[in-house]
């Protein structure tokens, strides 16, 4: 099953509920008022589309996550790759290490994640 897109506002609620879960509807009214200056009928409106897309799911007032936030991100990088990089993986790790200063030690944990 493909992860659901999740857009940067809608990203922003995930963070707050995946801190939180399992959370009431209400209490995400409240949290999203605090952390995002939203108002209740936005945190409603975000919870439908995310329930609709299959990012969460809203029981008795009880909202809990479908997807990790891991799985979000794989699928913002896979996207991102395929988009700009024309799906190569290794296109997007050089443009990324051109353009970070990495420490000795980020590079031998990269090393270690690839020989993985």
Not at 52 to 59: Q, T
Not at 71 to 80: G, N, P, S, Y
Request: negative net charge; contains cysteine; hydrophobic residues 35%.
């Amino acid at each position: 099953m493909d992860t659901p897109k999740v857009f940067e506002s809608e990203y922003r609620f995930c963070l707050i509920l995946w801190e939180n879960e399992p959370v009431k509807s209400s209490e995400l009214v409240k949290l999203c008022k605090e952390q995002l200056g939203w108002k209740p009928t936005t945190t409603y409106t975000v919870i439908k589309r995310l329930s609709e897309r299959g990012v969460l799911k809203n029981e008795n007032t009880v909202v809990t996550s479908l997807v990790t936030k891991e799985q979000v991100q794989a699928a913002e990088i896979d996207e991102m790759v395929e988009k700009t990089f024309e799906g190569s993986l290794p296109a997007f790790i050089a443009a990324f290490a051109k353009r970070q200063d990495l420490s000795e030690e980020e590079v031998e944990e990269i090393r270690r994640i690839i020989e993985k």
